[in-house]
């Protein structure tokens, strides 16, 4: 098994489901808060919820399929990790894609837009279905 150059932490079936629970319930508000499309910033903030899900979907996945995932402070590391896992290229792709927004809609003095929003909602809908697949497995 070749040495990461990030670092990563053990886990198992048991920390996969909760971190796979945890992509359930942030993709579950992220689709409530986008709903709210009278206040602007909902956007933003249903776009941060669901890149919190993508994170933990990604987690979920790399516990299940590797028995490690990235505790890296760059979650772009966890990309790597995905990469590993049988189909877990695309799914690589669109984590970047995602983390792409994160600084925005976390962080940002603007909001995202809507094209933006229904995009990361849509990634995070494929990360988190490709993780109960894997959970599944």
């Not at 992220?30 to 994170?55: F, P």
């Not at 990361?120 to 497995?137: C, D, G, P």
Request: glycine residues 4%; aromatic residues 2%; charged residues 30%.
């Amino acid at each position: 098994m070749p040495r990461e150059r990030f670092r990563t932490q053990t886990c198992d079936r048991r920390e996969a489901l909760t971190r796979l629970a945890h992509a359930e319930k942030f993709m579950e508000v992220a689709d409530l808060v986008a709903t709210e499309r009278e206040i602007d910033e909902s956007a933003s903030v249903a776009a941060a919820l669901a890149v919190l899900a993508g994170i933990a979907a990604s987690d979920a996945a790399c516990c299940s399929a590797l028995g490690r995932r990235s505790r890296s402070p760059d979650h772009r590391d966890a990309m790597e990790l995905l990469e590993q896992i049988a189909g877990g290229h695309e799914m690589a792709t669109a984590l970047g894609r995602l983390l792409d927004v994160k600084d925005t809609a976390q962080y940002g003095l603007i909001n995202l837009s809507p094209q933006q929003l229904n995009a990361a909602l849509r990634r995070t809908r494929n990360l988190l279905e490709y993780a109960q697949a894997t959970v599944r497995r």
